[in-house]
C-alpha cells in the first residue's frame, strides 16, 4: 500500500482546503495529514480530527503540539489519541522557536515512546524570515534518538537544507526516519538526494511525502520513478529502479506502528 507521509489541510486563510485534498491524494492509498503550526494546538488539532474522520479509511492525522505552551505528558496526549483518534505529533521547532532537546520537548518524547506515537519534526523548504533555521538542524535530534531509542522520529523534507545530517542519523538510529518528499519542478534535487541517500545505504530510511499542496501524490510518483530516465545519455550515477519503487510502496504505517482503520 502506497502511503503519502506529509500533507497538509488547512482550515484559514489561503491554505489548502480540505475539499482539494481527497484528490490530491487519489493516487495513494493512506495520507499522513499533519495539524498545521498555531497559537491553539486544540483547535486545529479538533479540526484536523473533524476532517481526517470523514476518511478515516484513507488519512491519518498527527496533532500539533508546541511543548513549550501545551501539555506534554500522557494524560495530555491521550486526549490528542483517544478523543480525537488521532495517531501521531507533528513539531514545527523552527517556526515555534524551541530547540528539539527543549526540557519540556524530552517529556514530550518520554510520553510519546510510552504511548507508541511517531514523532514528524517538520522542516519547510522555504521557512518564513522569523523561524529559526538553526532549530531545523537534523544533527539536534541526534540527543533525541539516542535518549529515547523506542521514539519513532521522522525528518520531514529530508531536513533541507541540512539532507547530509539526515542522512548521518537514519545511518546512525535505527529509530530514525526521513521524509523524502517530492517536488516535481526540482528533479535535479530529487536526483542528488535519491543519489546521496542510495551511495549511504539509508533508501530503506524514506518514506514517501508529496507535502500537499506543494505538490500532487500521483505527479510526485511519476517525477520519482522518472528521473533516472533523463541520465540515459549520461555518465552520472543512477539508482535500481526497485530501490526507488520500494520507497513509494514502503507501508510507512506499519513500520511506525500506526494501526490502519478496517
Same mark, same amino acid.
Given at each position: 500500500? @502506497? ?6 489541510? /488547512? ?19 493512506? =495520507? ?99 523561524? @529559526? ?20 522520529? @521522522? ?12 542522512? =548521518? ?14 517536488? *516535481?519542478? =526540482? ?22 511525502? =508529496? /507535502? ?27 539508482? *535500481? ?5 520500494? @520507497? ?8 511506525? /506502528? ?5
Amino acid at each position: 500500500m @502506497i502511503v503519502d507521509c506529509h500533507t497538509h489541510v /488547512g482550515f484559514t486563510g489561503d491554505n489548502a482546503l480540505p475539499s482539494e485534498h481527497p484528490a490530491a491524494v487519489e493516487t495513494v492509498g493512506v =495520507s499522513i495529514v499533519l495539524a498545521p503550526a498555531a497559537d491553539d494546538s486544540d483547535g486545529v488539532n479538533e479540526k484536523l480530527s473533524e476532517y481526517v474522520g470523514k476518511y478515516e479509511k484513507k488519512t491519518v492525522g498527527f496533532a500539533h503540539v508546541d511543548p513549550t505552551k501545551d501539555g506534554v505528558g500522557v494524560k495530555n496526549l491521550k486526549a490528542a489519541t483517544e478523543k480525537l483518534g488521532l495517531k501521531g505529533v507533528v513539531l514545527y521547532c523552527s517556526d515555534r522557536d524551541f530547540h528539539p532537546a527543549h526540557s519540556r520537548a524530552m517529556k514530550l518524547y518520554e510520553s510519546a515512546q510510552d504511548m507508541g506515537l511517531p514523532v514528524f519534526f517538520h522542516s519547510a523548504r522555504n521557512l518564513t524570515s522569523g523561524a @529559526i533555521l538553526n532549530y531545523v538542524q537534523p544533527l539536534l535530534l541526534d540527543e533525541v534518538a539516542r535518549a529515547f531509542p523506542g521514539l519513532k522520529i @521522522i525528518i520531514g523534507n529530508m531536513g533541507v537544507p541540512f539532507v547530509e545530517q539526515t542522512l =548521518s542519523l537514519a545511518a546512525k538510529h535505527k529509530n530514525v526516519y526521513a521524509d523524502l518528499t517530492i517536488k *516535481p519542478t =526540482s528533479v535535479w534535487q530529487v536526483y542528488n538526494t535519491v543519489v546521496m541517500a542510495h551511495e549511504r545505504e539509508v533508501m530503506d530510511k524514506l518514506f514517501f511525502g =508529496s /507535502g500537499f499542496p506543494f505538490g500532487n501524490a500521483g505527479q510526485c510518483i511519476e517525477t520519482l520513478l522518472g528521473f533516472n530516465k533523463l541520465l540515459s545519455d549520461t555518465n552520472l550515477p543512477s539508482v *535500481p529502479r526497485g530501490s526507488i519503487q520500494n @520507497i513509494i510502496e514502503r507501508d510507512t504505517l506499519d513500520v511506525l /506502528g500506526i494501526k490502519k482503520t478496517a
